[in-house]
């Protein structure tokens, strides 16, 4: 049996009104009244998910609780919170796009806080070949092959017009990844490749084996913002992660 296309635009539709339902019914189910819920959608890094961990282990014992966490891009980030129902996001952008995002998250109706401002440093292997040079370049780094993540698009333009604003062009290798694990498998398993991210924490570099170098040459300084809908009022559970992301953050920055 195949689809039609007006059977996947009536299926689209059904799919979205049933999920209203649904969500009609939690809204009056005593049992989820009482539940405590957390969500937050992120950027991949180091220091908000150390963050995400230590505050795993300041839920309630005695509360019904969920909890949501999701790793994406800004763009996805923005979505999850106007669209799919999260509370929190945090998004990264380069600073010479802070007016661009500014009025983009208030014409959406989206609050925004600075959580931390850095640039990128050279995550690699312990065995890459500059693992133990001092003053490095950001030319010399980019020799190697990177590993990037796939969805680095600026959001809130049309695709044609969409940038790949944190890669480098003068960089010809690199490999594509959708999530933290990977990377660091990869950076631990090839000693030729390289990655570019913010402050991670000493130990997570000795889990896998690595070195973060700071590197001369020009860099664009990154800030990290954290945003929810206006009309929201933070939760107890909400102050407590941010409380957390906070203290990660000055152990790193």
Known sequence: IVVTPEGIVFLKHANKILKQVDDLEKLFDKSEMTKKKFSITVPRASYISRAFANFSKCLDKESDIEIFYKETNSQYAVKNILEDGYNLGIIRYAEHFDKFFKESLEERGLSYELIAEFRHEAVMSRNHPLAEKENLSRDEVEKYIEIAHAEPFIPFVPIEGAKKEDLSESNIRRIFVFERASQFEILSANPETFMWASPMHESELERYGLVQKKCTGDASTYKDM???????????????????LLKSKRELF
């Open 226 to 244: 954290i945003i929810y809908k206006k009309n929201y009022r933070l939760s107890e559970l909400d102050n407590i992660f941010i409380s957390e």
